[in-house]
């Protein structure tokens, strides 16, 4: 039990800092990543397989499913 690391405003994102006084409520952003060197995380040939793309959505809906339901 440690308490969360809050940071309202990362590189590259909405400033997600603001969302909770809109809409009433927390929020989390998660990313999919890339776990691999030739990702080329952010350049313009940013890339993943659809392996990892199909496992990115497995693991975003049971995220969902454990917080929503």
Known sequence: ???PVVWPYLDGTAPFGL???YIGGDIFVI???APFATANTHA???NI???QYL???KYMA???YEYLC
């Open 31 to 33: 990313g999919l990543g």
């Open 19 to 21: 969302f909770p006084r």
């Open 1 to 3: 039990g440690r308490d």
């Open 62 to 64: 049971n995220i969902f």
């Open 49 to 51: 397989s659809i392996e």
């Open 55 to 57: 496992t990115g959505i």
């Open 44 to 46: 313009p040939n940013e």
